[in-house]
């Protein structure tokens, strides 16, 4: 019962954020106190880190390639072409820009995204002189995108990782599953965000979108660190002939770009410390601890229960079922913690190989998008709110969940037909 407190007491310290302390600062305390309770055994910790140690450098390499990236005006310029494309027509410039957070979320992870594309967005509600409704709008498209197009690769979310690394799944079959699934929800949000959201906003602007080329203060680095981002694609596509972890090529590059800046004398070091989600890595590695001290409490028995039900069923109901409980746990609870219990809970069952497989994409679909129902389901959502905040922009819950209820349920839907749908 006390482990089961502790956990519960972690999850609302870290939503609530008293005294605006780090959601890491109290998963962080939590672990200590989990181990020096005895909830967890101080020999079962070098157990968890052989789990997590992966995702966590991968996602630390992924946030790291962001910030640079960023730095050097490599995701403005792509802005900005997006907002000359669009000739002033908003629902192209809407679109576009929700396409090209969809592609960050998907090669750098939502939490890079959520830092990344908000002030992108913040720029074009200026550019195009919105007033507070649309460009609350705008704003709420984006933070909705930023969770939902993050399936496609196991490095687009911190969740994906910790799933493939639990079920020792490949990058290229994660990738093969889940592409199709994305592809689909990505056109829904588009067309469902502009539905509810994207209609706010005024039809037509004339505004002056600056030369894209002025975010570049150095072309020579931004075409190395494209070749760069583009090896690094070749590498996880390597990977999946042979396996190998994820974090090896994404530290590599990291690094490598981390190099190139700093030589070219482009790099803030204390704007990239500042900056960075830190907060979201001790989050991970604390709530690790944490669900496997409920794991080895016996707490996790009536989910262990509810999923070996739901992996007898008819594939395509099988999906659904752990999908639909991901979802549930990770609107309500965060989504780390409920992949990291989803995933220990799968692991006692006996799949076989294709069942691991589509019920793993089914638990990440359910806790990449399902979260997005509540302000609390994802730190990429916390991240996008504080993020807010130091713009002076406070969303109140009762917006934030009418509309996270009427985007999530059919999209999570969608992602579930389409996986359910695809052969094998």
């Known amino acids: 019962m006390l482990s089961l407190l ?5 999850v609302v310290a870290s939503v609530l954020r008293p005294w605006r302390l780090s959601p890491g600062l109290f998963a962080g305390a939590g672990a200590v106190v989990a181990v020096a309770a005895g909830f967890t055994a101080l020999h079962s910790l070098p157990t968890i880190w052989s789990l997590i140690w992966d995702p966590t450098l991968a996602f630390v390499a992924a946030i790291v390639m962001s910030l640079v990236l960023d730095q050097i005006g490599v995701f ?10 669009a000739r002033g027509h908003t629902a192209l410039a809407f679109g576009g820009l929700l396409l090209l957070t969809a592609a960050v979320s998907m090669l750098f992870n939502n939490d890079g995204a959520a830092l990344i594309m908000t002030p992108i967005a913040l720029e074009l509600a200026a550019l195009y002189a919105l ?3 649309p460009a609350m709008a705008l704003l709420l498209a984006v933070g909705f995108m930023v969770d ?3 399936l496609p690769l196991p490095v687009s979310n911190l969740v994906n990782i910790l799933a493939t690394d639990a079920a020792h799944i490949s990058f290229l079959a994660f990738a093969h599953i889940m592409m199709p699934v994305d592809v ?6 588009v067309v469902l965000s502009w539905a509810l959201l994207g209609r706010r906003l005024p039809e037509d602007v004339a505004a002056q979108i600056p030369d894209p080329a002025a975010t570049l203060p150095d072309l020579t680095l931004f075409r190395r660190a494209l070749l760069l981002v583009a090896g690094l694609v070749v590498a996880y596509v390597a990977s999946g002939a042979h396996p190998f972890p994820v974090s090896v090529p994404a530290s590599v590059a990291a690094i490598l770009l981390v190099a190139m800046a700093w030589q070219r004398g482009l790099l803030r070091p204390k704007a990239l410390l ?15 601890v944490l669900v496997f001290a409920l794991a080895q409490s016996g707490w996790l028995g009536s ?3 509810a999923l070996a039900w739901a992996s007898r069923l008819p594939p395509a109901a099988g999906v659904f079922a752990v999908g639909l409980i991901t979802a549930t746990l990770a609107a309500v609870l965060n989504n780390l913690p409920a992949i990291m219990a989803v995933m220990l809970s799968l692991g006692h069952l006996a799949l076989s190989h294709p069942a691991s497989l589509s019920l793993t994409a089914a638990a990440t679909i359910g806790a990449d998008i399902g979260p997005k129902v509540s302000p609390i389901g994802s730190l990429a959502t916390l991240i996008w709110l504080h993020r807010l905040e130091r713009h002076g922009i406070s969303i109140n819950w009762r917006t934030y969940v009418g509309v996270g209820v009427v985007l999530t349920v059919p999209v999570l839907l969608v992602a579930l037909t389409t996986l359910a749908s695809i052969p094998g």
């Open 131 to 133: 007033g507070p409704g």
């Open 6 to 10: 502790l956990f519960l007491a972690v």
């Open 303 to 305: 989910l262990q229960a």
């Open 184 to 189: 689909a929800v990505v056109a829904v949000s």
């Open 76 to 85: 403005a310029w792509a802005a900005r072409h997006v907002l000359r494309s």
């Open 148 to 150: 939902a197009a993050s």
């Open 274 to 288: 500042a900056t960075g989600p830190w907060q979201v890595v001790v989050f991970s590695v604390g709530m690790y």
